[in-house]
């Protein structure tokens, strides 16, 4: 069964830093674009970022670019997501979830159970 | 930036049919894809590429997509269904999740 552990949240004053990981298990990790989705409390989803099989190209939101930085580690089976000049609403709970290999079109076929990131002082 | 607009509630009575839109401009020439999330839960798969259904979703699940809007149904609706509906698409390369329906099986 295709697994999706995220780790690495918590509280963080605004302004701070957080690393998030995902350990990726029972699939072939470096052959997917992974993702980081969020849900802020009793709010709808919102994709945060993507990263290709090698890690070689990542795409962010407009929200998030230039303070967040996906990465991966197919070596580790582990995917990041290091979050930097954090502000209160990005407080939410992160997903990591894994693209289905389709080429066009693909959906988001595993998710993680999210770790939640809160930003208060 | 692209939206995805969605209606924020849709009641159904136990073996109705619960039909669920998702507007955005020219939606037909994308693909949409569906997730179902219980309260407490990670979203779950239900419908990509417009009408395809992942392995164990089941049958009642299925979809279309044309024009400006893209539309979930669900066939002889079960309780066990009440959750929020979003639905998905591509922007270039970037993923675009629509505001969702809360399912409510009366």
């Known amino acids: 069964e295709v697994q999706l552990v995220e780790s690495g949240g918590g509280l963080v004053q605004p302004g701070g830093s957080l690393r998030l990981s995902c350990a990726a298990s029972e699939f072939t990790f470096s052959i997917y674009w992974m993702h980081w989705v969020r849900q802020a409390p009793g709010k709808g989803l919102v994709w945060v970022s993507r990263i290709n099989p090698d890690g070689s190209s990542t795409t962010y939101a407009d929200s998030v670019r230039g303070r967040f930085t996906i990465s991966r580690d197919n070596a580790k089976n582990t995917l990041y997501l290091q979050m930097n000049s954090l502000r209160a609403e990005d407080t939410a709970m992160y997903y990591c979830?894994?693209?289905?290999?389709?080429?066009?079109?693909?959906?988001?076929?595993?998710w993680g159970q999210g770790t939640l990131v809160t930003v208060s002082s | 930036s692209y939206e995805l607009t969605q209606p924020p509630s849709v009641s159904v009575s136990p073996g109705q049919t619960a039909s669920f839109t998702c507007s955005g401009d020219k939606l037909g020439d994308k693909y949409a894809c569906w997730y179902q999330q219980k309260p407490g839960q990670s979203p779950i798969l239900v419908i990509y590429?417009?009408?395809k259904r992942p392995s164990g979703i089941p049958e009642r699940f299925s979809g279309s997509n044309s024009g400006n809007t893209a539309t979930l149904t669900i066939s002889g609706t079960q309780a066990v269904d009440e959750a929020d509906y979003y639905c998905q698409a591509w922007d270039s390369s970037t993923v675009v999740f629509g505001g969702g329906t809360k399912l409510t099986v009366l």
């Open positions: 590429q417009d009408t």
């Open positions: 979830a894994r693209e289905t290999i389709e080429a066009t079109g693909p959906g988001l076929d595993y």
